[in-house]
């Protein structure tokens, strides 16, 4: 294009027909029409200038309010352009992530990967455990005599959370103390230079004055570098410990300490749930009590005294049908409780003593010298004094079993309740497995359960933040599919039931029917570079994969993990494997007993 061109383009535009043209702009055009620049013009200016006249002007667009006519303004203009450049630049950067660092980061939080990836990132993964093999490849290598790796490990590293559930006999608890020990000791199984420690819920409603149904989590002792300790109810400690007759446990009895306490737990205790709208007037009058004492706690920076506590609600006002809920659940917890703490009365009643004692003193003379209580019974009186010691120690596992005739199922979820909240809030660097064992006996549709659960549901959101680890093994997958949609692992063992089925499929991805056609289109696995593939089982219909959980052997399960890594550059995904869990190193307490 001719300068004389331009500039005529530029002049029959009106916003340019009043500009005076100096020597100085008409070089400016003829550089850019001769596609030359002179040295006193920098590069950024050029290539606005030239962008401004030639693309905005020359194709007659409207100027108003794009193009600065003095050359002052044209500077600042260029100030703009080069900074908002820059911020683009910023900005971009910011969404640059190496494909390499998101698949390393990947892989280190899968929660399941295979014996494939284990080659393929060995020396980069954190602590692991073996927990399975594939049983397609077990009897792939059995037929053909192949020779391909069909191990699965555990990723101990990354905070994870699984969910068991089959029917009775099928490998739910052996599953879950295989998890276990991949966590808590140190052996040929596992890379692991620092073990976890564990809590363990355990409830079971069949107990006698005999013995009762020992948790199998306890097993675990047979081996002498983990340290079990089992919390029972005060009421059944005798029976508890011809339960645990022959086992390497320890047992106490579970004391809650006062100091223990705080208003959330006396909430919750207390069932007050406003949520649904049907709290009990009573309650309001429970929560009125506790946020003023809570009000003085926070001026005088002092804990929850649990005597304060009794003493207002003693002077509170209810009705013969308010007060037997409250006493019956403030029993409840005075029971799991150091006597001395539980009597608002306790201190005057030590003063009378005294002096009873002072009087007889003067009347019999002096005494005989008093027995000295040997060490064991000094610790055992300085709990019955305080209460149980939840500090965290590594390859340490604590058994709550509250079976006893005395506690419901409800107590027992409230007083689960507290222990799992005490057992989060304790500070340390050590990783932490929370397990239920049977959960079905005591997870239902009351209000302490639904406290529990939500708890559980708090623990699993925040698990990265806790270092937390949650096993839930059940018989019914119904007792909360809210647990389900949180969980990042299924194992499903051997079970008859359709309806549980029904439950598994909308709360699974992978068993979704309206996933299915999209499952089986998907690309197989075994089209990988890998030759430790693992083949994945197509969903056709509900009849097939119900005949498929039917047909599980013992400690046979379907594997259900999106986020597992089951070759290189591979997600388990829509898919699922079955698998075959290995055995146990420590004593097997599941067995069926049989008639000879």
């Known amino acids: 294009m001719t300068l004389t061109r331009m500039k005529n383009s530029l002049l029959a535009n009106t916003a340019f027909r009043n500009v005076q043209w100096s020597p100085k702009k008409l070089s400016y055009l003829r550089c850019i029409s001769d596609h030359t620049r002179p040295l006193s013009i920098t590069d950024k200016f050029f290539k606005f200038f030239k962008s401004a006249f030639v693309t ?21 203009k260029i100030v703009s352009v080069n900074e ?16 390499a660092t998101v698949k390393r980061t990947e892989v280190r ?9 284990l080659k393929n990132e060995k020396g980069k993964l954190g602590p692991y455990g073996f927990f399975a093999g594939s049983s397609d490849i077990l009897e792939k290598n059995i037929n053909q005599s192949s020779h391909e790796d069909p191990r699965i490990f555990y990723n101990i590293s990354a905070p994870s959370s699984a969910f068991i559930c089959g029917s009775q006999g099928s490998g739910k608890s052996h599953t879950l103390s295989c998890l276990l020990e991949n966590c808590v000791m140190k052996s040929d199984l596992s890379k692991l230079d620092k073990p976890l420690a564990a809590l363990v819920l355990h409830y079971d409603s069949f107990t006698s004055d005999s013995r009762g149904t020992p948790c199998e989590a306890a097993y675990l002792g047979s081996n002498s570098n983990i340290k079990v300790k089992i919390l029972c109810s005060p009421a059944n400690i005798e029976s508890i410990k011809r339960t645990y007759a022959g086992l390497n446990v320890k047992i106490e009895p579970l004391r809650i300490n006062q100091t223990d306490l705080n208003t959330k737990r006396m909430l919750d205790l207390m069932a007050v749930n406003s949520d649904d709208g049907s709290m009990p007037l009573y309650l309001h009058s429970i929560s009125r009590i506790l946020r003023e004492l809570r009000t003085e706690q926070q001026k005088s920076n002092l804990p929850f ?17 308010q007060i037997g809920p409250l006493n019956q659940r403030l029993d409840t917890l005075e029971s799991f409780m150091p006597k001395s703490q539980t009597d608002t009365q306790h201190k005057p009643q030590i003063d009378n003593q005294r002096s009873n004692k002072k009087k007889k003193k003067k009347e019999k003379g002096p005494s005989p010298k008093a027995n000295i209580d040997p060490p064991n019974q000094i610790e055992e009186k300085h709990k019955e004094l305080s209460g149980n010691d939840w500090s965290i120690q590594p ?19 409230a007083l689960f309740n507290m222990c799992l909240n005490l057992f989060l809030e304790q500070p340390t660097k050590i990783g932490r497995i929370i397990a239920l064992d049977e959960a079905h006996k005591y ?19 925040l698990q990265r933040h806790l270092g937390t680890r949650i096993f839930i093994s059940t018989q019914e997958p119904t007792i909360s599919p809210k647990l389900l949609d949180l969980c990042s692992i299924t194992i499903v063992h051997r079970f008859t039931s359709p309806n549980w089925l029904q439950c598994l499929r909308k709360h ?22 890998s030759q430790t593939s693992l083949v994945p089982l197509q969903i056709n219909s509900q009849k097939d994969i119900l005949q498929q959980i ?7 399960a379907l594997l259900f993990a999106p986020s597992a890594i089951v070759d290189v550059d591979q997600k388990l995904g829509m898919n699922y494997i079955k698998i075959k869990v290995r055995n146990r190193l420590t004593s097997d307490g599941g067995k069926s007993v049989m008639v000879e």
Not at 60 to 76: A, H, M, T, V
Not at 305 to 321: H, I, S
Not at 396 to 412: G, N, R, Y
Not at 443 to 461: D, F, P, Q, Y
Request: glycine share 4%.
């Open 56 to 76: 905005r002007i020359v194709s007659k667009e409207s100027i108003n309010d794009k193009l600065p006519i003095s050359w002052s303004s044209i500077r600042s």
């Open 84 to 99: 908002d450049t820059r911020l683009l630049h910023a900005h971009l950067q910011l969404l640059k992530t190496g494909q």
């Open 109 to 117: 939080t899968a929660p399941i990967f295979t014996s494939s990836v």
């Open 305 to 321: 005294n649990y005597a304060d506590f009794k003493r207002a609600v003693q002077q509170c006002t209810m009705l013969p049908g």
């Open 395 to 413: 390859g340490t596992i604590t058994i709550v079993d509250l079976s006893c005739p005395c506690v419901t199922s409800d107590a027992a979820c």
């Open 443 to 461: 997870m239902n549709s009351s209000t302490e359960a639904m406290t529990l659960t939500s708890t559980l549901l708090s623990a699993i959101r």
């Open 508 to 529: 699974i991805a992978a068993l979704d029917h309206n996933q299915a056609e999209l499952v089986s289109n998907e690309k197989p696995l075994t089209d990988n570079s």
């Open 550 to 556: 039917v047909k599980l052997d013992v400690g046979n």
